[in-house]
């Protein structure tokens, strides 16, 4: 008979399910009104959704979002079930918010710009002589379309069903959109 069949379980096992022991404790307390439980799970996510909100919209937007997330989050705690963990249904929230708020940027800047030809004005090196380019400014300048599914497939590691599912288009879309990224992309970075 095995320790674990006599009810003994290995310590190093019980310290990884700790953290997520503490987390359903967490929701569980959340969702019955505990702002400090909210506050601990806030701590534990801000930095995961601070990042996907820098790379699906900007910078300066990212601050923002990241609080307009965890604000429906607090809103929505009632409809989370626990048939997934709480960092998937909150990534998935974040999602949600942020393609949300994108189309709204999009209609708006619309108004200003017509197509992707803006792109090819842009300067591609720095005037400090400095040749390297960083990452997130590359991904930063693709086009809308092409920078959501980017940062969905190859950042975050959605399938393209998945994202098809997202965005509400056909998974040939996705891929188009995926290649068109990484060729810009290339071009960016290798300029």
């Known amino acids: ?82 048939e997934a963990a709480f960092g998937t249904w909150l990534h998935r929230l974040a999602i949600n918010l942020m393609l949300t708020r994108r189309g709204a940027l999009g209609q708006r800047r619309a108004r200003f710009l017509e197509d992707d030809a803006v792109l090819e004005n842009l300067p591609t090196r720095s005037a400090s002589g400095d040749f390297s380019m960083d990452f997130e400014a590359a991904i930063a300048r693709l086009p809308e379309g092409a920078r959501t599914i980017f940062v969905l497939h190859d950042v975050e590691g959605y399938r393209h069903e998945e994202i098809a599912t997202f965005l509400e288009v056909s998974t040939g879309t996705t891929k188009a959109q995926l290649h068109r990224a990484r060729m810009l992309l290339r071009g960016h970075l290798s300029a």
Do not use: C
């Open 1 to 82: 008979m095995t320790l674990a069949a006599l009810g003994v379980m290995n310590s190093d096992a019980v310290q990884e399910d700790a953290p997520a022991r503490a987390e359903v404790e967490d929701v569980a307390r959340a969702q019955s009104g505990d702002r400090r439980a909210f506050e601990r799970l806030y701590h534990r996510h801000a930095a995961r959704i601070h990042g996907l909100a820098r790379r699906m919209l900007s910078y300066d937007e990212a601050g923002e979002a990241t609080q307009d997330v965890f604000v429906r989050a607090w809103e929505k705690l009632g409809s989370f079930r626990g």
